[in-house]
């Protein structure tokens, strides 16, 4: 917004462009008067107001976001034919949005929960949405359990209010969730901005390379300004001091060209390797250890330009998983693959059936398509034919084209995975624990996990979930038990058990 003290401010007008002869008197039958009806510009103004809003999303509410490019540093040819990868020192234009998953539009950003790390490439041949968060894995393997584990995080029906209770029962009745929640129970549980947190694709992708031979991979985004969190007392300081804390740092970042940076790191595996790999791939609760696939570097994401209307550029925005361009496709990854319906269902009931034609959400190149009209509709085809096939010249697909796909068949069923050697829901979670965490971050980890668990939740749901936390490792699970004044028992010969005192 530019003061505009030396130029003389323009007219204000209806929205229909007619001049308006007042900005702050209703049209009345003298000065204390009833209103007129005829007060056209007076009913529009409150008629707009009462319809500003538009639902808020029904997770990742509150976040933040920004434009800015992505640029290939390393050549990627040998596995993708996606044509915003192809040369190194090629720029595509994006949009980046972060988040908090379980809070409203108005919540504070200082909080525990996963971050949203959603990105929106605006290449030559269409919008490329990667959706991601701040964790390499997620809660639950299978869609059908998503708005299960959210009801769960999210206000409780009687209350209207968030229950601990409700989200250790859902978790100790959910082993394949404690991966994740170890991750979010961690420091990194509470970024100090979004600046400083690391984002990844989450699934596992395939890409396909020019001579069609496909790969699965997987998409790190490691931050250069390096890791910060916060720590839990100085997350819930900041809570009151400032709720908008990660919106302000991004926005006043870019404002002072401190432009954040991120390297793209991508894991790469064979496409035979996934049928005989220790870990099912395609698990969203576990990650490919590095060892197993060393990340590659492929690119880097810069953040340079602040939105200039909130509203049309953020709160408008549409990001779906489904929107993958030639030489990127889906896994067989059962989330990935519920989420591919799901985003562009909940555009159209929260933004409307043209969603797409939104200013930020249209793709930078020309859209041909056999879809027309509906409310708000402002972009068409002119007299293109609306019908395919037809003999008057419309736009005809490219067959040529390589279909993501692979191999599958067998009985309908519903399944949980389990054919591969370590497919169990604790071994991860404990190596992040001893193997990765340092003894600070365990003591840390651990205090986290008791205040979190000590909030509200009832004691056979604390035993429920100590037995689990007993499984991904003994001490940490002792240390927990310890923490809520519960004794742990282990007879000889089986699994650790605790008992509440
Ligand atoms: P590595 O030692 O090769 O990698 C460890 C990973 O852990 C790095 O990506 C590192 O990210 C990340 N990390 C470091 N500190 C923390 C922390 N305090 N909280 C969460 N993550 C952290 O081992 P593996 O690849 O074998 O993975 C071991 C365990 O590390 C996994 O079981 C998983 O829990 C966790 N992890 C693994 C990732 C993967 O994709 N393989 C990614 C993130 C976590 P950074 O370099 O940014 O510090
Ligand atoms: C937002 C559904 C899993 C990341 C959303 C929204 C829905 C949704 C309905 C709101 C979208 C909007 O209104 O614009 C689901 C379903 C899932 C799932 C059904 C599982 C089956 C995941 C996972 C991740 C993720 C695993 C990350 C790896 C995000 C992000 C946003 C989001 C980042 C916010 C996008 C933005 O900034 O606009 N999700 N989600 N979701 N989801 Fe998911």
Do not use: C
Not at 95 to 113: N, W, Y
Not at 116 to 144: H, Q, W
Not at 242 to 255: A, G, K, N, Q, V
């Amino acid at each position: 917004m530019s003061d505009n003290l030396e130029n003389k401010p323009p007219v204000t007008t209806t929205d229909a462009g007619i001049p308006a002869t007042s900005d702050a008197h209703s049209l009345t039958v003298g000065p204390n008067g009833p209103i007129v009806l005829q007060d056209h510009y007076l009913i529009q103004k409150m008629a707009q107001f009462n319809r500003e809003r538009v639902p808020e999303r029904v997770v990742h509410a509150k976040g933040s976001g920004a434009f800015g490019y992505f640029e290939v540093t390393k050549d990627v040819t040998q596995w993708t034919s996606a044509a915003f990868l192809n040369q190194v020192g090629k720029r595509t234009p994006v949009l980046a949005r972060f988040s908090t998953v379980a809070g409203e539009l108005g919540s504070a950003d200082t909080v525990r929960d996963p971050r949203g790390f959603a990105i929106k490439f605006y290449t030559e041949e269409g919008n490329y949405d990667l959706v991601g968060n701040n964790t390499p894995i997620f809660f639950v393997r299978d869609p059908s359990k998503f708005s299960d584990f959210i009801h769960s995080q999210k206000r409780m029906p009687d209350s209207d209010m968030r229950s601990n209770n409700a989200q250790w029962d859902f978790w100790s009745l959910s082993p394949e969730a404690f991966h994740q929640v170890t991750f979010l129970m961690t420091d990194r549980g509470i970024p100090r901005t979004y600046r400083h947190m690391n984002g990844y694709g989450s699934h596992t992708f395939m890409w396909i390379n020019k001579g069609g031979e496909k790969f699965w991979v997987k998409y790190h985004f490691k931050t250069e300004q390096g890791i910060q969190n916060f720590t839990d007392s100085d997350a819930k300081a900041m809570v009151a001091e400032d709720p908008d804390f990660h919106r302000r740092d991004l926005r006043e970042s870019i404002d002072k060209k401190d432009f954040p940076v991120w390297r793209l790191e991508m894991q790469i595996m064979p496409f035979e390797d996934a049928a005989n790999y220790r870990f099912n791939p395609f698990d969203l609760t576990k990650v490919w250890p590095h060892s197993d696939y060393p990340a590659i570097e492929v690119g880097r994401l810069v953040l340079d330009r602040n939105p200039e209307n909130f509203f049309a550029q953020l709160e408008q925005a549409s990001f779906e998983p489904a929107n993958m361009v030639p030489g990127i496709g889906p896994s067989p990854d059962k989330m990935l693959l519920g989420r591919l319906f799901s985003y562009p269902d909940t555009h159209r009931h929260r933004i409307g059936a043209n969603y797409l034609q939104l200013p930020v959400n249209q793709p930078h190149n020309e859209v041909h398509s056999y879809n027309k009209d509906g409310a708000m509709r402002y972009r068409n085809n002119g007299n293109q034919p609306v019908y395919a096939p037809n003999s008057y010249g419309g736009p005809q697909a490219n067959p040529n084209i390589i279909e993501p796909s692979w191999e599958s068949n067998g009985e309908l069923v519903r399944s949980a995975y389990t054919l591969h050697a370590e497919d169990d829901d604790f071994g991860q979670a404990g190596t992040l624990y001893r193997k990765v965490l340092s003894q600070t971050d365990r003591d840390h980890l651990v205090d986290n996990i008791v205040a979190h668990m000590s909030k509200g939740v009832e004691p056979f749901i604390q035993e429920r979930a100590i037995k689990l936390w007993l499984q991904v490792d003994k001490d940490l699970g002792s240390r927990i038990a310890q923490g809520l004044g519960a004794t742990v028992v282990m007879p000889a010969g089986e699994k650790q058990e605790a008992q509440h005192s």
